[in-house]
């Protein structure tokens, strides 16, 4: 898009090829994802055999059956978000939180610290289910990044499973980024789009009686500003969490049976 801005409309497909690291195959991929998406109960059930793939660590799928509610949490370098959703995909809560200011150098004891706070204000749940963190480790300038992240993921597992676990059974879950993606359609080759557009619509259908997800009144009235273009400022967190809570369920609680 920054090519096409800076160099007007491609004017045939050839030209694909000019904007910089976009390969033939590359090309090749988001045409044929334009003319030929997948239909969607074909990206359902390939969907579905990836999240089993992915979710980590392994679960007896008695447990997912009857899960009642769950905690869906995504992490950013400097934002967390999470979504507390019941079976019935109605959400009870919905957070975005700034823990980490832009120039904050993290220390052991911060990391402790600022995940016990976040830890504090999350509900009770049968599950929490963390955004399995997976960046590319080929650009040596993200390593900073990465092991940020890393850390944080790793303190949020440990701090929640002593918090919340029960009987040694594992109660803290990760699924992999582009499974998410998959299953609602936000993958361009192997790079994930935003979903901003998809949350938009739920809250939009939240008033319909077809609606695929509900939400509390609370939760409308807190987060409906998202719907406006003008006051949305791409808190991509927030939208996330809610779309890896809606996955989690339809493909491994609502349809457990046939897809585990």
């Known amino acids: 898009m920054e090519y096409r801005n800076n160099h007007g409309p491609f004017q045939e497909l050839q030209s694909l090829l000019q904007v910089p ?28 055999i990836s999240a089993r793939k992915y979710i980590s660590p392994p679960i007896e799928k008695n447990r997912l059956k009857t899960a009642n509610s769950i905690v869906s949490i995504v992490l950013g370098v400097q934002k967390i ?5 019941s079976r019935d995909l109605v959400v009870h809560d919905w957070h975005l939180q700034n823990y980490r200011p832009k120039e904050d150098t993290f ?5 402790f610290d600022t995940v016990s706070t976040i830890i504090s204000k999350i509900p009770e749940a049968d599950f929490y289910v963390l955004e399995k963190i997976g960046l590319p480790l080929s650009n040596a300038g993200l390593f900073p990044v990465t092991l ?11 701090l929640l499973q002593k918090h919340f676990g029960e009987d040694g059974q594992p109660q803290v879950l990760s699924i992999g980024r582009n499974v998410v993606g998959r299953y609602f359609g936000l993958m361009m080759g192997e790079s994930r789009i935003s979903g901003v557009d998809l949350v938009k619509q739920f809250l939009l259908d939240s008033t319909t009686q077809t609606s695929r997800v509900s939400f ?14 003008n006051s949305w400022k791409r808190e991509e967190e927030l939208c996330d969490s809610l779309l890896q809570a809606i996955a989690f369920y339809e493909l491994l609680v609502l349809d457990t049976d046939e897809m585990i």
């Open 81 to 85: 978000s999470w979504a507390h959703v």
């Open 107 to 111: 220390t052991p004891a911060t990391y």
């Open 216 to 229: 509390a009144n609370s939760v409308v009235a807190k987060h409906m500003h998202i719907v406006s273009g």
């Open 21 to 48: 690291s976009f390969q033939y195959k590359t090309a090749v991929k988001v045409c044929n994802f334009i003319l030929t998406p997948l239909e969607k109960e074909e990206k359902k059930t390939y969907n579905s």
């Open 148 to 158: 940020h992240l890393r850390v944080m993921e790793a303190v949020l597992y440990a």
